[in-house]
């Protein structure tokens, strides 16, 4: 197994850059300073790249949670268009450096993984929304282990993560080369404690399918 640094995208306020709407940062600690060590951060703003300036008038989401625009409070300037096409060319950069997971900045309508706030008509919010950077990566990269900032303050959350981001470091690093049926059998030996502590059912269920790789070209 590799002992190489985990790759992971981070949202940039996270690392202690003042990109953030209002010229300031949300520098978290634990990503900085602990889990930092072990990782090759890979910093993105989508607001600052798709050209919204640091400072910048706040902005959210608004209309169809599904589909929501991203507007300017104050002013109703819709940049919707702007971070797509920003989105578009960074997620292409991103498949190319082959993350290992994403630590998304919370509450963010471009980076907020789940529970964003969407703005009806009527100005009325709704906990329903996914920030468009990070519902686009989300969608093209749905293997790669994603969490917000604050979840990984919870104990529970925090190691759930790690575990899943290192594993799929193994797994991206299997795939490099060649996976003969017996490497496969291997990499599930390997893991197989950490699955049984998670789910016997499924465990046993991946057993019988691994056991019959002989069966699958």
């Not at 819709?78 to 919370?106: N, P, Q």
């Not at 990269?141 to 104990?155: A, K, N, S, T």
Request: proline letters at 5%; hydrophobic letters at 35%.
């Amino acid at each position: 197994m590799t002992t190489a640094r985990l790759r992971l995208g981070i949202s940039r306020c996270l690392l202690g850059d003042e990109v953030r709407f209002d010229g300031g940062h949300k520098r978290d600690e634990f990503l900085t300073d602990i889990f930092g060590r072990y990782v090759e951060w890979v910093p993105v703003c989508p607001e600052v790249e798709a050209g919204l300036g640091t400072p910048r008038e706040a902005m959210r989401l608004v209309g169809d949670p599904r589909h929501p625009r991203l507007v300017t409070i104050k002013t109703a300037k819709d940049h919707t268009e702007a971070l797509e096409r920003m989105t578009a060319d960074r997620l292409h950069s991103l498949d190319e450096l082959d993350l290992s997971g994403y630590v998304f900045k919370k509450d963010s309508p471009s980076c907020g993984v789940e529970r964003v706030r969407v703005f009806n008509q009527h100005g009325m919010p709704t906990r329903k929304g996914t920030g468009l950077f990070a519902r686009a990566f989300m969608e093209r990269f749905p293997m790669v282990p994603v969490e917000e900032e604050g979840r990984l303050r919870d104990p529970v959350l925090r190691d759930n993560f790690i575990e899943r981001v290192f594993c799929y470091q193994r797994w991206q690093q299997l795939k490099l080369c060649f996976v003969s049926r017996n490497d496969i059998v291997r990499f599930h030996t390997v893991h197989k404690y950490l699955l049984l502590a998670h789910s016997r059912q499924l465990y046993q269920q991946l057993g019988r399918l691994v056991a019959q790789a002989d069966r699958h070209q």
